[in-house]
T-cell receptor
Framework: AQSVTQLGSHVSVSEGALVLLRCNYS??????LFWYVQYPNQGLQLLLK??????LVKGINGFEAEFKKSETSFHLTKPSAHMSDAAEYFC????????????FGAGTRLFVKA | NAGVTQTPKFQVLKTGQSMTLQCAQD?????MSWYRQDPGMGLRLIHY???????DQGEVPNGYNVSRSTTEDFPLRLLSAAPSQTSVYFC??????????????FGPGTRLTVL
């Protein structure tokens, strides 16, 4: 069975500070991993995904995430937060061996202070 | 391209009423799915479809029906609404089902309240 744990339902950072959103997964088979962002009253939008190859994945809006198999983690980072980054972020996992059912984490709401 | 569209945006129902949430995509995607989003629980898969005429259950299918008569449309039916179905509903689609790397595109959501 697969599962996703996002540490911290709320994270608050100052504008210009480092953003770090934590995600740990559990999977009995190699996973594909995703980060989505949801702005208020909108649907989810893909930020980045890890499938195969390079473990450091770069996404849109300056975000990146690193797949660490030994730590079963896929933390999302951005060097310098912007006010427009305030949103809810979801980590998700899908089996790499086929299938398309995606398991989502509970989400982390990011607040950015001026 | 309009992408994934959902109607209505908001709906209030009384317990026992029925309704259909509409979802359409114009990207010729094979795979479509319905999720519900509840506070602190992320998104949970209700039903999905891998192509016209083919549907299957997700994690939380009880109380919901779906059909897929065309590639473009994937309506979600609540036969007898219950307060536990108060939630935000998202429809999503992706191009292929054979590849699990394909990106899912989400609609803007329908906020449903059942009194």
């Amino acid at each position: 069975a697969q599962s996703v744990t996002q540490l911290g339902s709320h994270v608050s950072v100052s504008e210009g500070a480092l953003v770090l959103l934590r995600c740990n997964y559990s999977s009995s088979v190699p996973p594909y991993l995703f980060w989505y962002v949801q702005y208020p009253n909108q649907g989810l939008q893909l930020l980045l995904k890890y499938t195969t190859g390079a473990t450091l994945v770069k996404g849109i809006n300056g975000f990146e995430a690193e797949f660490k198999k030994s730590e079963t983690s896929f933390h999302l980072t951005k060097p310098s937060a912007h006010m427009s980054d305030a949103a809810e972020y979801f980590c998700a996992v899908r089996k790499a061996t086929g299938g398309f059912k995606t398991i989502f984490g509970a989400g982390t709401r990011l607040f950015v202070k001026a | 391209n309009a992408g994934v569209t959902q109607t209505p945006k908001f709906q209030v129902l009384k317990t026992g009423q029925s309704m259909t949430l509409q979802c359409a995509q114009d990207m010729n995607h094979e795979y479509m799915s319905w999720y519900r989003q509840d506070p602190g629980m992320g998104l949970r898969l209700i039903h999905y479809s891998v192509g016209a005429g083919i549907t299957d259950q997700g994690e939380v299918p009880n109380g919901y029906n779906v059909s897929r008569s065309t590639t473009e449309d994937f309506p979600l039916r609540l036969l007898s609404a219950a307060p536990s179905q108060t939630s935000v509903y998202f429809c999503a689609s992706s191009f292929r089902t054979a590849s699990s790397t394909d990106t899912q595109y989400f609609g803007p959501g329908t906020r449903l309240t059942v009194l």
